[in-house]
């Protein structure tokens, strides 16, 4: 059982900047996509960022330049730097982990990011 913890969310001004953290429980850590998906209510989940084992990331147009992906495998844990914070970036955000050759994610709880005017 893979389980994923996430924190670092909250509330913060437009402009402003959070860092979210993921920590995961499992022993193979390395091998696996790292994600982060985020959800307002009435709307699907939005992919927002991945990072490979290699390193490689992606990014959703609507974070890409402000938000930044990246993970520290000897500690387990995917992190998400969003600078230049937008109203429109409130939502719950998940940390998600795919491991190699299944199709299936692990999902975090979620944590609340929160951006008033």
Do not use: H
Request: hydrophobic share 35%; proline share 3%; with cysteine.
């Amino acid at each position: 059982q893979v389980q994923l913890v996430e924190s670092g969310g909250g509330l913060v001004q437009a402009g402003g900047s959070l860092r979210l953290s993921c920590a995961a429980s499992r022993s193979i850590f390395s091998i696996n996509v790292m994600g982060w998906y985020r959800q307002t209510p009435g709307k699907q989940r939005e992919l927002v960022a991945t990072i490979t084992s290699a390193g490689s990331t992606s990014y959703a147009d609507s974070v890409k330049g402000r938000f930044a992906i990246s993970r520290d495998n000897a500690k387990k844990t995917v992190y998400l730097q969003m600078n230049s914070l937008k109203p429109e970036d409130t939502a719950v955000y998940y940390c998600t982990l795919k491991p190699p050759g299944v199709s299936s994610l692990y999902w975090g709880q979620g944590t609340q990011v929160t951006v008033s005017s």
